[in-house]
């Protein structure tokens, strides 16, 4: 496989679209069964794609859709980056994880906050705090899943922030008698505000 050029470890002709691109990666790395150096060697490939493609661009020679994202490390580095990697770290954490773009962190952000605001609204706090939550919780399905297509990553990453941010809030407040009520602030308040930081992380960060 290493003979091949990156083209035809994807199993792409030359002058293939991004979106082809991008779906031979996922079907090439899904027909590997979980082989971490095969997948390694496909994203190398996959980067080494984009690479060229952006040189072409700042040549001026195509456009590139707004929605592509650049590997930072050029190719030649990237096998030794990734070696490193998984010696020392769980082999699912990067297939789990990223680092948003600007836009996709700014549009998480703004509507987490928009949520949290509403919280603080008295009229909220007695009737509509539930249906918050619940918005909230269905944006993090809609963020998530929009990236790749994993509903049961966004399902399963929800559901965690939700109920660990229901759990923790708790003993915060009962147990450990955080005293919240001192700054006019209702425990449940106070649970809506760590669901929604919950929300956001694992909106913003989970692939």
Same mark, same amino acid.
């Given at each position: 496989?290493?003979?091949?050029?990156?083209?035809?470890? %994807? *199993?792409?002709?030359?002058?293939?679209?991004?979106?082809?691109?991008?779906?031979?990666?996922?079907? &090439?790395? =899904?027909? #590997? !069964?979980?082989?971490?150096?095969?997948?390694?060697?496909?994203?190398?490939?996959?980067?080494?794609?984009?690479?060229?493609?952006?040189?072409?661009?700042?040549?001026?020679?195509?456009?590139?859709?707004?929605?592509?994202?650049?590997?930072?490390?050029?190719?030649?580095?990237?096998?030794?980056?990734?070696?490193?990697?998984?010696?020392?770290?769980?082999?699912? %954490? *990067?297939?789990?994880?990223?680092?948003?773009?600007?836009?996709?962190?700014?549009?998480?952000?703004? &509507?987490? =906050?928009? #949520? !949290?605001?509403?919280?603080?609204?008295?009229?909220?706090?007695?009737?509509?705090?539930?249906?918050?939550?619940?918005?909230?919780?269905?944006?993090?399905?809609?963020?998530?899943?929009?990236?790749?297509?994993?509903?049961?990553?966004?399902?399963?990453?929800?559901?965690?922030?939700?109920?660990?941010?229901?759990?923790?809030?708790?003993?915060?407040?009962?147990?450990?008698?955080?005293?919240?009520?001192?700054?006019?602030?209702?425990?449940?308040?106070?649970?809506?505000?760590?669901?929604?930081? #919950?929300?956001?992380?694992?909106?913003?960060?989970?692939?």
């Amino acid at each position: 496989m290493s003979q091949q050029s990156p083209y035809e470890q %994807l *199993g792409v002709a030359e002058d293939a679209t991004f979106e082809e691109i991008q779906a031979a990666k996922q079907r &090439v790395i =899904a027909q #590997l !069964s979980g082989d971490r150096q095969l997948q390694d060697n496909v994203e190398a490939a996959y980067d080494a794609i984009l690479m060229e493609r952006l040189k072409l661009r700042q040549q001026g020679k195509i456009k590139v859709p707004d929605g592509i994202r650049f590997p930072e490390k050029l190719p030649t580095v990237l096998p030794k980056f990734t070696a490193l990697s998984v010696a020392n770290s769980p082999s699912w %954490l *990067g297939d789990t994880f990223e680092r948003p773009s600007q836009s996709g962190i700014l549009t998480t952000s703004g &509507v987490y =906050a928009v #949520l !949290s605001g509403a919280t603080f609204i008295p009229s909220v706090v007695d009737t509509g705090l539930p249906t918050l939550i619940a918005l909230g919780t269905g944006f993090s399905l809609y963020f998530i899943n929009h990236k790749q297509r994993r509903f049961k990553r966004a399902l399963l990453g929800s559901l965690i922030a939700l109920v660990l941010g229901t759990v923790v809030a708790g003993l915060l407040v009962n147990y450990a008698h955080l005293p919240v009520d001192r700054i006019g602030m209702h425990g449940e308040v106070f649970a809506g505000l760590l669901i929604f930081l #919950l929300l956001w992380i694992v909106s913003s960060f989970t692939k």
